[in-house]
Each structure stands twice: as C-alpha cells, then as structure tokens.
C-alpha cells in the first residue's frame, strides 16, 4: 500500500497528522484504541494539487476497511499541528458499500482550504502547504446505553497547572457533543462515582500517557458500555502560570531536567496575571477557560464582533461557539459562553490564541443583539470585564489587580539565575522575562554551567 498507514507505524506527525500519531503512542502503551488505519498527508497534498484523489487511493482504503471489524467508521482530520474543529468529521458511516468512506476522506481533504481553517492557520503561523492525514476507525458509542458516555480529560487543571485530572464529561452522548459544548457538561471527576472501572481505567491511562510525553497531557476518550476507548492524546500545550507550574512541577519530581522546565516556558508565561479586584458590580459567574481580564463592549455575533473591534475591545456572548466563529474569537479581547466546560470549542481557541475566557455561565441567555443574566438585560455595545481566572463576568470596568507571586515562579526564576550566572540579589533587580532569556540563550548555545 502506497498512502495508507497502520496504526502500528512508526511514521512522524508529518506524515501520520498528530492525531494518529497519538494513537499509534497508545497502541504502544497497551492502551485501548479502536481498530483503524491512516491516510497519510501525502495523499492530501497531492488531493490539493492535483484537484482530485491520487491514483490507486480508493482501492487502498476499500482493502484496509475490509480488514476492520464489521460495522461504521469514522472519518477524522489529523493534521501534524492541532487545528481543533477547523476541518471536517465524519461519523457513523454504512462500511459497505465503501463509496461513502471514500467520498469522506475527499471531503476531510477539501476542507484544508475551508475559510476558517485558513484562517486558523494564519492566525497560528500554520504553513498552508502541509495538507492533513485521514484517520478511519471504527466506532464506539457514547451513547450505547446507560453504562455508556465520552469527555475530555486533562492530566493537570489546564488553568492552574496543578496535579489534578480535570476535563468535561457528558453521559449517554457521542464525543462531538463535548467539544462544540452545545450541552451542559459534567465535571470529570464525577466519572468516579458514575462509572469506578472507566474511571480506573483512565486515571491508569493518564499516568502512562504522562509517563511517556514527560508533560501534561490531553485526552479524549468514550467509554462503551462500560469499556473504555481512547480516541486521542496529545501533549496539553499549557501556557500562563499553568506552563510554570507544570514545568517546575516535573523537574521537582524528577521527570524532566532543570535545563529542560527553562526551556518549556515561554516569557510570555511570565506575564504578570491580571484578576478583578474588589467591590465589582457581578452579573453572572462561569467557568473559567482562559486566565487574564478582558474589558470591552458586548457583541453577540462574529461579524459584530470583527466590525465592533474596529473602534475599540469587544467581548464576544454567544450561547456557544463553533469553527465559524474563529474570526469573531479573534477579533475579541475576550470570549463568554452560555454553554460549554473547560474543553469546549469556545475553551480550546481562547487558549491557542490567550484570549480570556469564561464558559458555561450558568442562566445566560444569548439573543441576538442582547444578552440576559437572570432578570439583567444587557444590550449589545454594553461595557463588560470578564475574568478568565475566577470566571467572573461583571458590568462596566472595575478596578484590576495584577500579580506574579507564587513559589513556582520564585523556584524557576531561582534556576534560571542559576543558569545564566547571577545570583539571586543581581536577578531579582531584572523583569522575570529577562532573566528567563537570559538563561534559556546559556541553554541554546551549549555552554551553560547548570548545578543539578
């Protein structure tokens, strides 16, 4: 076979795309992934070229479905670099006949070039030119019965860093339900009480995930009738305070070197974290999806929102939000989501591209051209400071504290000053930036005189 991957292969996330490249990771961990295979990136650059499948592709994945177990698959996007539901999915397909399986992976290679996608890849410094693999596996079903439901876990709180696992969970539904956060989720640690075994099961899972990336991690999962499947894992990508607190965490345990946490963390982690502070006229609370404040008129759609920006900060109110609304999330200083948890749509993008955010405001209502909190109406133009930290969403611009105090900062700060020479009296006249940078160029040029 000339485009078509195992599960099993040891091809890179450039030819894989990231997503099977993670399944192949849990394959090799002994964890449960359903049956499946790859269209490699190749084929979809040469879709994009030459306007058309390549040669001898249909009949490639007419063999390898054949040789998974009866029933429907699904048909995934899986580029190298995470472009979270920019790009289509397909589930449920009838296997046999195999034209509709076909005419998907076309349909997945299409969407490379769908608007938000390009739009993503712009906004992110994605290449255009890298296409994206197709994973075709079989299904497993969330909503079997009441034994059966899907989420998204983290291996650490991705707004704190702390050691906790923390993600969304929803029961009796399909995973596509989770990430559009088109319903109201559970917190993942009820998973415990619902269903012990899955839980079990995937609390081992994590523990071996995190073993092997040496980082916090990413998972999505279903579980079956009351067996667990994983459906993808990637590394979690944490920025703010939760990247230092990760990292610091790591090298104090022993799992990464000293060397390594310094060059994890980006100096814009090190930004100093702004909160709402004191008496604050509070219209609703939520959950918090992306840490920073944000304070800007209200708009209730996309296209408001870009045309909105043009005179000043806008926060985008929608009840929910999709691909579509890319260009209005980053026209925004700041996202609100009626709907929603910590790993929905609206969650994901904020934290690609540091927006603030607060998801799942319980009793907001979103109409267009106004917004109600309980018995507030607030009309879009209105003023709005949101806190991605706390999840508080309050009216006008109230007073902002920011700070950096926290005893991982001081530990990284103190390896760093280590690294580049200074002691700690010298490095603590420097901003934190700076003396991160100041180690990690030690670092880059191989000529550091790090003390284990």
Known sequence: MRWIHSLESAGPPEVLGGKAHGLVVLRRLGLPVPAGFVVGADACRAYLRDGRLPDGLAAEIAAAVAGLPPGEVSVRSGASVSMPGMMTTVLGLPADPIGPVVDAVAEVFASWHAPRARTYRELNDIPHDLGTAVTIQTMVYGDRDLHSGTGVAFTRDPATGAPVPS?????????????????????????????????????????????????????????????????????????????????????????????????RVSPDDLRPVARIAGPADLLARGLPACPGVATGRVATSSETAVRMAADGPVVLVRPETSPHDLRGIAAAAGIVTARGGPASHAAVVARALGRPAVVGVPGLVVTSGSARAGDRLVPEGALVTIDGTSGEVALGEPAVTTSLAGAHVHRLLGWADEVSGGDDSAGADRPEAARLQAAQAVLRRGNGHFRP
């Open 167 to 263: 993600g969304d969970l929803l029961v009796g539904r399909r995973g596509d339900a989770v990430v559009s956060g088109r319903e109201p989720t559970e917190p993942l640690r009820n998973l415990a009480a619902r269903e012990p075994g899955v839980w079990a099961a995937l609390t081992g899972a994590m523990a071996r995930v995190e073993a092997w990336y040496r980082d916090a991690c990413y998972l999505e999962f279903t579980y079956e009738s009351g067996d667990l499947w994983l459906l993808q894992v990637r590394p979690g990508r944490f920025t703010g305070a939760a990247a230092v607190v990760v990292a610091a965490d790591l090298a104090g345990d022993g799992v990464i070197a000293r060397e390594e946490a310094l060059l």
